[in-house]
Each structure stands twice: as C-alpha cells, then as structure tokens.
C-alpha cells in the first residue's frame, strides 16, 4: 500500500495536512534552497517545491510525496527565512503599512509523474511601530518564516487585508493540495488508497 509521505519538516504543514483526516508520514528533504541570480519568486518556489518532491520521491518511487516552498515577495524582491534577528527586523520594517505577495509552489509525486500549483495570495501590512517589530521579533516566532512573520501567529494582529488564500500564507494551500492529493488517488477523508 503507497503511503503519503510529507517531504517538509515544517510543522505548520504537517498541522494542515493532519487537519484533513489524512495518513502520512515526514520525511523532509535535504535540498538547497538558494536562490538562483536573476530568479523570481515564482519560479523559486516552483523550483524548491519540485526539487524536494523529486529528491523524496527517489526514495520512495512507490509512495505519493507532498511537498511545497513558501516565500514572500515585497517588489519582486524574494523575502526567504530570515538569517538572524536582525535581518527579521529590516524585512518587518519594509512590509510595514504595504502590500506583499505570499507564493506557495506545491507538488504531488509518485514514480515518475509529477503535478504542481501555484498559489498567490495578497497581504497588507498596517503601519507597524519599531517597538511593535522588536517585541515580535523578540518572540522567536518570524526567525523560521518566510518574510519573517506568521499569520497564524502573534502577527495576525499585524494584517489589515488579506486577498486570496489564506491558508497559502500558513504554507499550504489548502483547496490546491487537495485537488492534488485527489489526482494521485489519495483519499483526503481517511487515509491512502492501494496505489500498487
């Protein structure tokens, strides 16, 4: 029996997907996830995203692997986890009161086929304070975000509008992942079908 494999140690994704009454297991993906000069956001996360489903799905040719990549995109400027608490604090400071895009690339592989969506969703910033932006950072939380905040989080409070999904800017969008895990013939409301 094929089993679901989540090729992400992110536990916001590994929430996400239990939340769908789904069985897997975590196996994340040692992959570089540098980013390439002269690369956009979208095809970053679209080429993360395929890189880590294709390096587990090496492993486990028989097995439906998920993966996804998350980045933040202020200007077509790529806003990845930041590096310290220093570097969470200028990218706090320049999402403060302005739109940003939030990219999701996500893939389903088995053996040698591969599906992927794109998701985009629009999130704005009200103004932040300096003291606002040092007491968050101060909580640990942005240190391993995309765009150094998590909506989910302490930083709910941060967001004015929100156009798209939301569970995109968590790290997987939801509706899509589904959609994906269906076309695999993974069964979203229990566990794994027989794929062999």
Same mark, same amino acid.
């Given at each position: 029996?094929?089993?679901?494999?989540?090729?992400?140690?992110?536990?916001?994704?590994?929430?996400?997907? /239990? !939340?769908?009454?789904?069985?897997?297991? #975590?196996?994340? @993906?040692?992959?570089?996830? &540098?980013?390439?000069?002269? %690369?956009?956001?979208?095809?970053?996360?679209?080429?993360?995203?395929?890189?880590?489903?294709?390096?587990?799905?090496?492993?486990?040719?028989?097995?439906?692997?998920?993966?996804?990549?998350?980045?933040?995109?202020?200007?077509?400027?790529?806003?990845?986890?930041?590096?310290?608490?220093?570097?969470?604090?200028?990218?706090?400071?320049?999402?403060?009161?302005?739109?940003?895009?939030?990219?999701?690339?996500?893939?389903?592989?088995? /053996? !040698?086929?591969?599906?992927?969506?794109? #998701?985009?969703? @629009?999130?704005?910033?009200? &103004?932040?304070?300096?003291? %606002?932006?040092?007491?968050?950072?101060?909580?640990?939380?942005?240190?391993?975000?995309?765009?150094?905040?998590?909506?989910?989080?302490?930083?709910?409070?941060?967001?004015?509008?929100?156009?798209?999904?939301?569970?995109?800017?968590?790290?997987?969008?939801?509706?899509?992942?589904?959609?994906?895990?269906?076309?695999?013939?993974?069964?979203?409301?229990?566990?794994?079908?027989?794929?062999?």
């Amino acid at each position: 029996m094929a089993e679901l494999v989540l090729a992400s140690g992110s536990p916001r994704r590994s929430a996400m997907l /239990a !939340d769908l009454d789904v069985d897997f297991v #975590v196996m994340p @993906a040692d992959v570089d996830e &540098s980013t390439l000069s002269g %690369e956009s956001a979208v095809d970053y996360v679209m080429r993360v995203a395929k890189l880590k489903a294709q390096t587990v799905s090496a492993l486990h040719p028989s097995d439906v692997v998920l993966s996804a990549d998350t980045t933040v995109d202020r200007d077509g400027e790529i806003l990845a986890k930041p590096v310290d608490a220093n570097d969470a604090v200028a990218m706090l400071r320049s999402l403060s009161g302005r739109e940003h895009l939030t990219h999701t690339a996500v893939c389903v592989a088995r /053996a !040698d086929s591969l599906e992927a969506a794109l #998701v985009t969703t @629009a999130v704005t910033f009200r &103004s932040l304070s300096d003291e %606002e932006i040092v007491w968050y950072v101060g909580t640990g939380e942005p240190l391993d975000k995309a765009g150094a905040y998590g909506i989910q989080g302490r930083a709910a409070g941060f967001i004015s509008s929100i156009s798209g999904s939301v569970s995109n800017v968590v790290g997987l969008p939801l509706a899509e992942t589904v959609e994906l895990l269906r076309i695999a013939g993974v069964n979203v409301a229990g566990s794994t079908k027989n794929l062999s």
